[in-house]
């Protein structure tokens, strides 16, 4: 398998609360999050590439030379002279956040336009990663094509990690979000879901009728999360419970989900061991949550 972890999504301009009353300017997003975090977890022996679209403006610029500073492999973006990026504001309560968007045109709405740029950066990874915002931001065809170039690079040997990471505002309608959702689970040896979502959008009771339906729907691997409660991890011949240590200084739960599939995957990926991956999930989310903002720096997961 090649040593190569591709994350797919919409990186975005982030304007995050500082405490003061006024807002710092970042960059992140559901899968550059991820990204971000599996490059602190894995060694160099594994390249981390990021796939979108950006602009040609100087906003675009600067967020590819952030990406480059993480250490982050740029070479699969693509650049549209028509479009530009996102933006969102992060609103805090009580530590829990919520979104303000600015993205309707961004340019990573075209990321899967060009089939054969896709699939040719999708040949090249050993574990694609990608989520339920990576599809909602697409168009009918845009996921077709996607979901087409990820069937083939899994049948030449790519794995593949996926968090549904449920948006409704972001799709057509709730049955479209489903079922393209479900859909794309069946193609994935990993799936991540926030058991919140899966209560909200699908219906589910407990945390194991959400692994019941990906697994259902062909995925090797399922891990619920559920915030500070208990995460369930199946596959078709094993399942297990894990709780994690509370974390009583919660700040801020931007990227907690992000962070835990991070950690997660990156030992998974060097190990196959899952106790100690959902420990190293655990681990990293819980540090995320006691700072501000998406991204930490290496001097604050120490």
């Not at 600067?62 to 650049?79: K, P, S, V, W, Y």
């Amino acid at each position: 398998m090649p040593s190569t972890f591709l994350a797919i999504g919409e990186c975005m301009v982030e304007m995050a609360p500082t405490g003061e009353g006024t807002f710092a300017k970042g960059f992140a997003g559901d899968t550059l999050n991820t990204a971000w975090y599996v490059r602190k977890s894995l060694s160099q022996d594994w390249a981390v590439s990021y796939l979108t679209a950006v602009g040609n403006d100087q906003i675009s610029e600067e967020m590819i030379a952030f990406l480059d500073g993480a250490g982050l492999a740029t070479d699969h973006i693509q650049r549209l002279n028509d479009r530009t990026i996102g933006l969102y504001l992060i609103q805090l309560k009580e530590g829990e956040r919520s979104f303000a968007y600015w993205r309707s045109q961004s340019a990573a709405r075209c990321l899967a336009d060009d089939a054969v740029a896709l699939s040719t950066a999708m040949d090249t990874a050993g574990l694609i990663y990608f989520s339920g915002i990576t599809l909602g931001i697409l168009s009918p065809e845009g996921r077709q094509t996607f979901l087409s170039s990820l069937a083939a690079a899994r049948q030449k040997g790519a794995r593949a990690a996926f968090d549904p990471n449920l948006r409704s505002r972001l799709w057509e309608d709730a049955q479209t979000m489903r079922d393209c959702v479900t859909e794309a689970a069946g193609l994935c040896d990993f799936v991540m879901p926030s058991f919140e979502d899966e209560e909200a959008h699908f219906g589910d009771k407990i945390p194991s009728e959400s692994a019941d339906r990906y697994l259902a729907a062909g995925a090797k691997m399922i891990v619920v999360k559920n915030g500070p409660q208990e995460v369930i991890v199946a596959s078709e011949n094993d399942r297990r419970s894990f709780r994690p240590d509370p974390v009583r200084n919660v700040v801020d739960t931007t990227a907690a989900g992000d962070s835990f599939n991070a950690a997660f995957l990156a030992e998974y990926l060097v190990s196959g061991d899952v106790d100690a991956s959902v420990a190293a999930g655990a681990r990293l989310a819980g540090t995320v949550i006691q700072h501000r903002g998406a991204l930490l720096e290496c001097r604050e997961l120490a």
